[in-house]
């Protein structure tokens, strides 16, 4: 079971470069998520979708942009790379179901990036 | 204000012993859900436990349980015979259903467990 696939793995930029993040899961989730997690602290919402053709900003949107354009895809991009977006991304996937709170999010292995 | 609070960024524990690792949280939400994710050092987010703020009893899952003490506003995770293998990060999460959040979850900052042997 593939679950979410996060690629690239790792990856290096120089600060003004873009690059996109891709997420992938085979688990038909309505939801889908991408959260930052630096050094000493937990991991913070950038941004999320509900369902195909819908995303909304987190807690730390600045900087980045998404798309879900397919229910199993959602992308995460960069379009101007700065130091301070030099972090690891996850991306996590969830069903929508009806019990209260029970809504377990699955998560990708994470991408580690570097902005030089 | 923080949302969620773990209070110990260490901890430490000898092999085939219980520990308990310390998460607090801060919502005004009557309906929310809590959540405990293992992080091991190859980085992927592993879910252990979830409890429901109507759960009656206290949600456990093979060594792991959750001491859900809710008018302390706290659901510390238990493991018990700790095991090398349990040195990892732990985070404590939140979801607060009533304000429509999607879902998202609120996480805390973590402890890192090391299990000596």
């Known amino acids: 079971n593939a679950g979410v696939t996060q690629t690239p793995k790792f990856r290096v930029l120089k600060t003004g470069q873009s690059m996109t993040l891709l997420c992938a899961q085979d688990m038909n989730h309505e939801y889908m998520y991408w959260y930052r997690q630096d050094p000493g602290m937990g991991l913070r919402l950038i941004h999320y979708?509900?369902?195909?053709?819908?995303?909304a900003k987190g807690e730390v949107p600045d900087g980045y942009n998404v798309s879900r354009l397919k229910k199993q895809n959602f992308l995460l991009g960069l379009e101007s790379a700065a130091p301070s977006q030099t972090s690891v991304y996850f991306c996590a996937s969830s069903y929508s179901p009806g019990l209260a709170g029970g809504t377990i999010q699955y998560f990708g292995a994470g991408t580690r990036l570097s902005v030089l | 204000a923080q949302k969620i609070t773990q209070t110990q960024p260490g901890m430490f524990v000898q092999e085939k012993e219980a520990v308990t690792l310390d998460c607090t949280y801060d919502?005004?939400?009557?309906?929310?859900?809590l959540f405990w994710y293992k992080q091991p050092s190859s980085g992927e987010m592993i879910f252990l436990i979830y409890q429901g703020s109507y759960d009656q009893q206290n949600a456990t899952e093979g060594r792991y349980s959750l001491n859900f003490q809710k008018a302390r506003k706290s659901a510390n995770l238990v493991i018990s015979a700790s095991q090398l293998g349990d040195s990892a990060m732990y985070f404590c999460?939140?979801?607060?259903?009533?304000?429509?959040?999607?879902?998202?979850?609120?996480f805390g900052s973590g402890t890192q467990l090391t299990v000596l042997p």
């Open positions: 999460a939140m979801r607060e259903i009533s304000s429509g959040s999607a879902r998202q979850l609120t």
């Open positions: 919502t005004s939400d009557p309906s929310y859900g």
């Open positions: 979708s509900v369902g195909e053709g819908t995303t």
